[in-house]
């Protein structure tokens, strides 16, 4: 089975602070992408990366960034963290050059931002 | 680009079955999934169908496809406390190599015990 492993189940930061959210996943997938859910959004996608050292704008990316620096980690990065990023988010990985593909996704980040 | 709607909230009582319904508007999606997302966690596949097909059965579970209409639903059959979460419809477009994926807003089931 396909296990994504994000680092932090809760985090508390402070206004202004910078913020790493971490997210590995061990099998092999190409794509990785990062999601913040929110009350009544639904699910909305930040960045994404299809592969190493490459990524690509989501529909919100303001205020983020990303780095894949290997294939199986993908890093979410709040340069100055503020209060409209509490939020919770999730990574997630496929396989690339595959029709039938799903997302895996790993259990979720709760981010507070004081 | 792809817009996907569901329903906010369903409630129903152990033992029904529950209908969750889902419409989008790309026709050329090529797979159409259901996840399930208990509180805290992430996302589960729970289940897919491709979009040649009109249904498909996995134990209690049940997926319709009317590609008319654009409508997708799942089906639980004998439902469970266990079952209460929140459920994603999402819809898959292959565009330039890449797939890009429209989640729904999700669907929160309750079970009254």
């Known amino acids: 089975d396909v296990k994504v492993t994000q680092s932090s189940r809760y985090l508390v930061k402070r206004t202004g602070e910078k913020v790493f959210l971490e997210c590995v996943q061990d099998m092999d997938h190409e794509n990785m992408f990062w999601y913040r859910q929110d009350p009544g959004l639904g699910l909305r996608l930040i960045y994404f990366?299809?592969?190493?050292?490459?990524?690509e704008k989501g529909d919100i990316p303001e205020g983020y960034s990303v780095s894949r620096e290997k294939k199986e980690r993908f890093s979410l990065i709040l340069e100055s963290a503020s209060t409209n990023q509490t939020s919770m988010y999730l990574c997630a990985s496929s396989a690339r050059g595959q029709i039938n593909s799903p997302l895996h996704f790993g259990n979720g980040t709760r981010l507070t931002v004081t | 680009g792809e817009d996907v709607e569901q329903s906010l909230f369903l409630s129903v009582r152990e033992g029904d079955s529950s209908v969750i319904n889902c419409t989008y508007t790309d026709s050329s999606s090529t797979y159409l999934y259901w996840y399930k997302q208990e509180p805290g966690a992430g996302l589960q596949l729970l289940t897919y169908i491709f979009s040649n097909m009109d249904m498909k059965q996995d134990q209690r579970l049940t997926v319709l496809l009317n590609k008319k209409d654009k409508h997708l639903s799942l089906r639980i059959a004998d439902t469970q406390t266990g079952d209460s979460a929140i459920y994603f419809c999402a819809g898959v477009v292959h565009s330039g190599g890449y797939q890009k994926v429209t989640f729904g807003i999700g669907t929160k089931l309750q079970v009254i015990p």
């Open positions: 990366s299809y592969d190493v050292k490459m990524k």
